[in-house]
């Protein structure tokens, strides 16, 4: 089993790197293995809803959203980190997500998903509404912990004093695997995905 942190900080081996460091850990100690993608400090530009991924299975623009679209099918879970920026999802990231879930919502059916945020103060919780939201919307099966999923430090140094932030990811990461073995579990005992029904568009202004 593996499972793919996504990390939508500019920086690389910042704060929300250290929250997902922390949640692989716990994962690769139930025997889950892990990556953790940087989605990288060059600007990520926002879907313009030209339709092309819907064509090609790939976003028109090649870049970091393409070179994740690639690793998705490879991968039975995920985890999208984000530092908050006046309290919501880092601007790069919420262009990330746009743009992977826009191109391959299916793709991510029935894998479980969960958010991870980080913060110096406050924002957290609006920021981790913002990000389930393209989990709920893709049929994803969302891990929760022991509490929100987020820590707290303008510095990793300050990230490693928060003990429980840092229970916080590892008990993340703990039910993670858990939820993944159990689903595996369901495979082999011929328990399949639900049925899906064609989906259905209302739209209000008629």
Not at 133 to 149: A, C, D, E, G, T
Not at 151 to 175: A, C, F, S, W, Y
Request: with cysteine.
């Amino acid at each position: 089993m593996k499972v793919e942190l996504v990390n939508g900080s500019p920086h690389e081996h910042g704060c929300t790197y250290t929250a997902l460091k922390e949640v692989a850990g716990a994962l690769e100690g139930c025997g889950v293995e892990t990556e953790i993608f940087w989605i990288g400090s060059h600007p990520v530009a926002g879907c313009i809803a030209c339709g092309e991924c819907r064509k090609t299975g790939k976003c028109f623009r090649n870049d970091c959203v393409n070179l994740f679209l690639e690793k998705v099918p490879g991968c039975d879970g995920f985890v999208f980190g984000s530092p908050v920026h006046f309290a919501s999802a880092a601007g790069d990231m919420s262009s990330f997500l746009d743009r992977i879930f826009y191109a391959a919502s299916a793709r991510f059916r029935g894998k479980p998903g969960a958010a991870v945020t980080s913060c110096r103060r406050a924002g957290s919780t609006a920021t981790l509404d913002q990000l389930n939201k393209y989990l709920l919307f893709s049929s994803m099966p969302i891990v929760s912990s022991q509490y929100w999923n987020m820590v707290h430090g303008n510095t990793p140094d300050e990230v490693l004093k928060d003990l429980e932030g840092l229970q916080i990811m590892r008990t993340l990461g703990r039910n993670m695997a858990w939820l993944l073995k159990s689903i595996e579990a369901g495979k082999l005992a011929g328990v399949p995905l639900p049925e899906e029904e064609p989906r259905v568009g209302t739209n209000f202004i008629r």
